[in-house]
Structure formats: C-alpha cells, structure tokens
C-alpha cells in the first residue's frame, strides 16, 4: 500500500480528534487510540508536552487514515521518562499485530531509537521528529529502518549527532534511512508549531506526508 496523493494535501488542525481513550492493555497506561486496522499498529510517543496535547491526537489521527493503521498514543508521564512502559507498551502491540511502526518527538524521539536497537525485534520501523537526549551509541546501535525529522534550529539534536547520523547510516549499507531537514525550523515546530505563519505550517504538513510515506512503505510490505 502506498500512501495517496489525496491524503498527502495537507495537514487540518481544525475539528476534534477521532479517536478513543481506552486502558493500554498489560499495562497501567491509559492511552488515545485511533484507528481500526487489524494488522498494522503504529505507537506514537509523545514529547514533554504530554498525550493529551490536540495536536499530537490530530496527527495520530492523520497517521491511522493516511497510513491504514491503529496508533496508539499512551500516556507516558511528560516529566519523567518510563522506558520500561514504553517497551511494555511495543511488546503488546508486537504480540497483537504482524506490523509495528514506531514514531516519537523530543524525547520520543530517543525512546524509538531504543525501540529500533539491535536485538530488540519490537517494531518494524522508526520515525524520530527532532530528538532529545540521543547518544552516538543510540544512533549505532538502530536496526531497523529510520526516518529523521531534523529542523535545522535544533540545540538538542546538535549538528555533531547530524553528521554522526549521516556517517553511520551510510557507511552501513543494509540500514534503510531518510533524513528530512527543515530549513528555519526549530525544535518542537513539527508538532508545536503556529499555522498561522506559512513556514511552519508547511514544515508541520511536510514532516506528516514524509512520516505517512515511511510508515506506509514499511508496514504494508512483507
């Protein structure tokens, strides 16, 4: 399945999020989950600002329509970064779906890298919107294919993590990679932006249509 053109036309902030808050199962999360496929699962980590933000659920929303898939966006506590749930919540998803795709912002950024380690067999692939706290050893470490949402404005994400990306991605070989910089974006603007202003607004839209792209190319293949 590849992703429609219609879909991939913008990016509607407008209206109310689709979806359901419902008990992430086998854990003590609740979570937003949008979404009706049977096969493919897609778990959305949110950044600092937390699960309930509107944006962050009209976007899962935008990923379950465009992709044909069912986010999952638990709560995993803003201030306090929860690896353990974050793994418990991909280890359900892994057992209950033939694919799963992971994505996260700022700090989910990181948690995704983590999911995508070697070894780990818990998501078929990964989308990190410009991330936080990642170490070199997270980078060398990511096994399954990687999406990168880079703004170009990003202290966090440095330019030495960039280069460092870009170097072991390409000397690999066998890590299929997309790298998208945002010129003039800054960090958080891919989901926290303003859609009044016409930059960040197309930034916001592209970063979606790059990430409903990666997904649909990796989890609707066998």
């Known amino acids: 399945m590849t992703a429609q053109k219609c879909c991939l036309s913008g990016f509607e902030w407008s209206g109310e999020p689709q979806g359901e808050v419902i008990p992430f199962p086998t854990t003590s999360n609740q979570a937003y989950k949008t979404g009706s496929s049977s096969d493919v699962a897609i778990l959305f980590v949110h950044d600092l ?16 329509r465009e992709v044909g898939a069912t986010v999952y966006l638990p709560d995993l506590n803003s201030r306090e970064i929860r690896e353990p ?14 694919k799963v795709g992971a994505v996260g912002f700022c700090w989910g950024g990181w948690a995704v890298f983590r999911l995508g380690a ?20 997270d980078i060398d470490n990511v096994d399954v294919p990687v999406q990168l949402l880079a703004p170009e404005h990003d202290p966090p994400f440095s330019p030495e993590l960039k280069d460092h990306f870009w170097r072991v991605t390409q000397a690999r070989g066998d890590l299929a990679f997309d790298y998208q910089h945002f010129a003039g974006m800054a960090h958080g603007a891919l989901v926290r932006g303003d859609e009044e202003k016409p930059g960040e607004q197309r930034a916001m839209t592209r ?15 066998e």
């Open 207 to 221: 970063a979606k249509n790059a990430a409903v792209g990666w997904f649909a190319e990796w989890l609707h293949t």
């Open 49 to 64: 600002v937390g699960w309930k933000y509107r944006n962050a659920r009209l976007l899962a929303d935008h990923y379950a």
């Open 85 to 98: 749930e974050i793994f418990a919540c991909a280890r359900k998803l892994r057992s209950e779906y033939k």
């Open 118 to 137: 070697k070894g780990n067999n818990l998501v078929d692939c990964v989308i990190a919107g410009h991330p936080s706290i990642l170490k070199k050893e």
